[in-house]
């Protein structure tokens, strides 16, 4: 794992590749907005590990740095970090705020998955 909480099933995205890796990606996706100074962002990141192989080949898992790359944030009105929000089609299905344990969010994606 590297500085950034990324490990092999969680990858990061920018402004120029979001809309390939998220809006056009095949499958939902959970996108975490972050950011290197946000304590509950790396609380989360293993989290986000976990879930990311566990649940590899039916939910993708990115990370956007939001202070690198504010278009996306911008564009999808993330005021507070981190920002969770998961994409069906393209489209943002469900939003969280917040460090969230696993059972938690877990329940809050398959919930969402399932609307």
Do not use: Y
């Not at 911008?74 to 998961?86: E, G, K, N, Y």
């Not at 938690?104 to 609307?115: G, H, K, P, Q, S």
């Amino acid at each position: 794992m590297t500085s950034t909480g990324l490990s092999g099933a969680v990858r990061a995205v920018t402004d120029a590749t979001f809309a390939a890796e998220v809006l056009r990606h095949d499958g939902p996706v959970l996108v975490d907005f972050w950011a290197q100074w946000c304590p509950p962002c790396h609380m989360i990141a293993p989290v986000l590990d976990e879930i990311a192989a566990e649940r590899a080949g039916t939910l993708a898992i990115r990370k956007i740095n939001a202070d690198e790359n504010p278009g996306a944030a911008r564009d999808h009105q993330v005021m507070s970090l981190p920002t969770l929000i998961l994409f069906r089609d393209g489209e943002p299905v469900a939003q969280w705020v917040g460090a969230r344990p696993k059972s938690r969010l877990l329940a809050e994606i398959d919930a969402a998955l399932e609307a």
